[in-house]
Each structure stands twice: as C-alpha cells, then as structure tokens.
C-alpha cells in the first residue's frame, strides 16, 4: 500500500492552493507543485509588462494587506509574485509544499462509488496520490483521505487551432509559438523575437493585446514593422475603472447594484423584481458602452462587439486595456484584421476572404486548456463525471463536486477578484473538512449547480467560463450562512447598499 504521509493532498502551489494551505494548516497539508516555485499562472504566464487589472487592495488576503494597498497604481507580475511569496513565509505554508512534484494520476482505493458521501476525513485513505518528482521516469504513490485539486483552468496546456490538411506551421517559413512559449522569454530574448520583425498574434483578450503592445514597443522607429492583430470574437475593453465620473464598481459590485441581477435558488417574488429590472440592466450596460465607444476608437478600428457590455462583466473577460494600446494603433504599429477562418501558407497567414498577410512570427494567444489538464489526472469514472450533466464542472459553493467523493476544487468558478473567492472557499472548505457543518444530499447540490448554470445560460452567451461575477455577493452570502457567519458584512446599511465588498470584509 502507498505510504501515508498526511490526511491532506493539495495539488497546485498557485494562488488558490496556498490559499487552501493556509486554511488547512492545522492538518498539515502536502502541498504538490510541479514547478520550483509558487504563484502559478503568475509565474509561469506572464509577460514583462504583465500587470494585474484592478489596485492592490482589491486582490489580497483577508488577513494580510499590501503595504501599500492604498496605491492607485497596478501592480507588476513581479510584483504579486513578492506579495504571494511574503504571505506564504508570513503564515509557514512553504513547509507543506513539495517542489518539482507533478501529479500525474489520482486513483480511488477504498471503493466508493460516485456520490457516494460520508466523512471527508474518514480515518483511512481514499486516494491514491502518482507523483513524478523532477522530471524522473519514477513515480511515487502515496495515499491520501482527501484532496484538494488546485491546478487552475489556465497555463500548462495551450489551445492549439486545428488547421486544414497543408496549411498548418509545417508549411510556415517563420516561427510559430503559444504565447505559453512566449512567458517563458526574458525581456531581452522577447524583444529580439519581435524587433523589426513582422508578427502576427492570434486573439483579441488580454494576453494578446498585451503581447500586440509589446511587439509595438519594440518595433519602434522607421525599420519598425506592424504587428497584426488576428480577431476572431470581439469583447468590451474598459481604460480604467470609472464611467462618465462615477466609480465602476457601483454598476456591478455593491449589494444594491447586484439587487438588478438574476441570482441563483431565489424566491418567486425576487424572480418578478428581476423580470421588472431586466430593462434597468440593459440601461446600465448601454450607459457603460456609450463611455466606452466615447473614450475608446473602438468604431474607428470595426472593435466594436455586437454583443452588450454586461455579457462580458458576467463572463469574466472584462479587460483593461493599456494606456498607449491606441496610440500604437494609430502610429501603425497595430493592425487588426477581423477573421474567423485562417491558415498558413510559406509566408504568413491566409484568410477566409482570400487576403493574404505575411509574417515573420506568428504568436497563438488562443488561450489553455483546463479541461484537458484536469482529466489527465482524473480517472474514470469519474472523468467522464467531471462536466456531468450540463457541459461545466457542477460546484457546489464552487468547491464540492457531488459525484466525486473526498475532493475538493478551488480555483475553478471564477469572480471579478479570484483571490478573494479561493481565500473564501478555502475558508468554507476548510471547516468542512473539519464538520463544522454538513453538506446537503448529491441530489440537492446538483439541483443547485444545475439553477447556477441556468443563470450563467442566460445572462451571457459565453456562461462556459462558468463565471458568478454579477451575483459574487450572494455567493458569499451562501458561504457565510453555512459556515455560520454574519452574511452582511458592512457596519451601517449605507455601506451595505453602495460600498463594494473586498477581502477584508470577510476578516472574521
């Protein structure tokens, strides 16, 4: 039988799964990262100019504040890097983690069948834990009562476009890279990829636009080329955080703002008010589009979306775009060539309408895929179970999968402040695992996972990246009132109704 070296797998040493570590300390966790550090998409998926797209104080611990969280600035990659690094050593949690230890398998060993529920610690293992450990061709087993799947929907494994037969990168004459492969440059080895070089990126979220404006910074000067903009799926892209004068985060982010928004498990009167809200939704989003198209040359580029702002916010894909993004643009040294086929021939890229654009690099920012590095690990059947029965991962409280017994998920369903919603889950999961409250039966958790991803269906059209940005309130509601907590967190109901809520609401 494989040894037994704690209660406690977490798998993952990014954001979420330190986040978990901390909350479960006092079982001392096994931390597996298959990396050399900590910090996840942060260390492995960003750029140079990588930067996070809110101020500090809206991405911290509850019980750990930046030093200078007042500042308006964004913080660098680097930056939250030095942040994530001094909470770990501040709380002890690098003791738990195991460098160099890539999980390549999980395997159930006590017989369980799906759904199949009793206590998360039951006093003898219920998974068996298959660790490559530096990249050897030996793995190590070890067994676990209950594990905490950390690994994130992002990085690791890239999205790769499907290309007809003679017209994919072998028929290219250049270079073709993920913009995974393009993280792992330095500034140096990066600028000489892209200067006076004629690139094409491949996207439109904010991997590429942050890639398309570095290619532009470093083709400067008259020998400088342009670098083309591949758009297939237009989004909303905001400069800052306020509208027409007034702060963002009063249209989605305070209690009241969020009173407008469809929420899961609510009561037939709540479903009435927001039937008769539904136009006050379409006005806030309008009123935002119209600050936007007056700040932005979205029209003058054809960037404009067709679809309404509030599709976005309510799939997490909202982002900021750079400060000097547009005056790249009109200098020349962006393009955008809207597409939604596309194929290589000898010298570059070909399109659906017959235009042919040459290249010297192309770079994919087509995004991860999460789902494959999860089901990688996952055995069957309970592979098979991950997305049942609707095409995303049912979470309750955005950690518990019904059919998968003893495991946890953190990191998955995403919110407007990610590190806050895995501090809050890990919390949640936290007492579970130490029964201070019980899980309802499978049948009720998927009832409500399935009422969450009806919500998700009908508020944005993109719902698969299975975001709870316009109801994040709620969820925290729900998570506190089953821990046994205060759900409202404020200290007058003027602050309840208009203040955003942050991490440090949630300090207990």
Known sequence: MAPVISKIAIIGAGVSGIAAAKQLAHHNPVVFEASDTIGGVWSHCSYSSTKLQSPRCDYEFSDFPWPDRDSASFPSHLEILDYLHSYAEHFDVLKCVRFNSKVVGLRLIDGRLPGEYSSLLPGQPVWEVAVQTNGSETIQLYAFEFVVVCIGKYGDIPIIPVFPKNK????????????????KLDKEASTNLLKDKKVAVIGYKKSAIDLALECAEANQGPEGKACTMVVR?????VPHYWVWGLPFFLFYSTRSSQFLH??????????????????????????????????????KYGLKPDHPFVEDYASCQMAIMPENFFSEADKGKIVFKRSSKWWFWEKGIEFDDKEK?????????????????????????????????????PLYRGTIHPLIPNMGFVGYVESVANLHSSELRSIWLARLVDDK????????????????????????????????????????DEICEEMGWTSWRKNSWFSEAFSPYGSRDYLN
């Not at 994919?168 to 993280?183: A, M, N, Q, R, T």
């Not at 059947?381 to 049942?388: A, D, I």
């Not at 009832?447 to 975001?467: G, I």
């Open 168 to 183: 994919g990168p072998e028929i290219f004459e250049g270079k073709v890279l993920h913009s995974l492969d393009y993280c």
């Open 233 to 237: 799926t237009l989004h909303w892209t």
């Open 262 to 299: 469809e929420r899961p498990n609510q009561s037939f009167l709540r479903s009435l008010l927001c039937s008769l809200f539904s136009p006050m939704r379409l006005v806030v989003s309008k009123f935002i589009e119209s600050y936007l198209l007056h700040k932005l040359p979205l029209e």
């Open 357 to 393: 654009i040459e290249a010297d690099v192309v770079v994919l920012a087509t995004g991860y895929d999460g789902k494959k590095k999860l089901k990688a690990i996952m055995p069957e059947p309970f592979r098979s179970l991950l997305e049942y029965p609707s095409g995303l991962m």
């Open 437 to 476: 409250f019980k899980l309802p039966g499978v049948t009720e958790m998927l009832e409500r996972t399935l009422k969450e991803m009806e919500v998700m269906k009908r508020t944005t059209r993109f719902y698969k990246r299975h975001c709870i940005s316009t109801y994040s309130i709620n969820h925290s």
